[in-house]
Antibody, heavy 127, light 108 residues
Framework: QVTLKESGPVLVKPTETLTLTCTVS??????????VSWIRQPPGKALEWLAH???????SYSTSLKSRLTISKDTSKSQVVLTMTNMDPVDTATYYC???????????????????WGQGTLVTVSS | SSELTQDPAVSVALGQTVRITCQGD??????ASWYQQKPGQAPVLVIY???NRPSGIPDRFSGSSSGNTASLTITGAQAEDEADYYC???????????FGGGTKLTVL
């Protein structure tokens, strides 16, 4: 079965860099048309997509956070790593990794969806 | 950038039908996907594409789209359907980067 699990620090200080790891099982990071996304959710607030990486190493980032994010993968270890620099208390959130798939609809446009999610890891930014 | 707008809260009587909507310009070109989130749990995909349900999702969940509005319909709502529901679609950059603000569904 497909599983994803996030790991990383539960507490980081302002200005520090956050490094999160998503370890996947049940599928390969080299499978076509699938990849891994990072999504976060501040307490009591909505979901926010951060970044994704596909099997062909295609990467995309949230426009508003692009300068602070880096996503990478190690296919042999089945891991996807997200780093976020210059952490601030407003970055306090539960961080999820999710498998992302894309498909082409009848008009030929690629569409995406997130079919499996990790349990999430709460990261608190505080001095 | 593109935005998706959802009603913050909707209620439905047990066994009745409820429609949760999501509005945004990107929905004129791309399908929405829908996620159910219960307190303290990760989101779960319930609808994607034109009207596709992942394995294990009850057939009382269905999706539709018209113009700039995508809808999630629950026909015969059950107590266990009480949750937050989020829509997602692509943003103006083509990324799967936009989530709606979420709709809290209460089953009365």
């Amino acid at each position: 079965q497909v599983t994803l699990k996030e790991s990383g620090p539960v507490l980081v200080k302002p200005t520090e860099t956050l490094t999160l790891t998503c370890t996947v099982s049940g599928f390969s990071l080299s499978n076509a048309r699938m990849g891994v996304s990072w999504i976060r959710q501040p307490p009591g607030k909505a979901l926010e997509w951060l970044a994704h990486i596909f099997s062909n190493d295609e990467k995309s980032y949230s426009t508003s956070l692009k300068s602070r994010l880096t996503i990478s993968k190690d296919t042999s270890k089945s891991q996807v790593v997200l780093t976020m620099t210059n952490m601030d208390p407003v970055d306090t959130a539960t961080y999820y990794c999710a498998r992302i798939l894309y498909y082409y609809d009848s008009s030929g446009s690629p569409n995406y969806y997130f079919d499996y999610w990790g349990q999430g890891t709460l990261v608190t930014v505080s001095s | 950038s593109s935005e998706l707008t959802q009603d913050p809260a909707v209620s439905v009587a047990l066994g009745q039908t409820v429609r949760i909507t999501c509005q945004g310009d990107s929905l004129r070109s791309y399908y929405a996907s829908w996620y159910q989130q219960k307190p303290g749990q990760a989101p779960v995909l319930v609808i994607y594409g034109k009207n596709n349900r992942p394995s294990g999702i009850p057939d009382r969940f269905s999706g539709s789209s018209s113009g700039n509005t995508a809808s999630l319909t629950i026909t015969g709502a059950q107590a266990e359907d009480e949750a937050d529901y989020y829509c997602n679609s692509r943003d103006s950059s083509g990324n799967p980067g936009v989530f709606g603000g979420g709709t809290k569904l209460t089953v009365l």
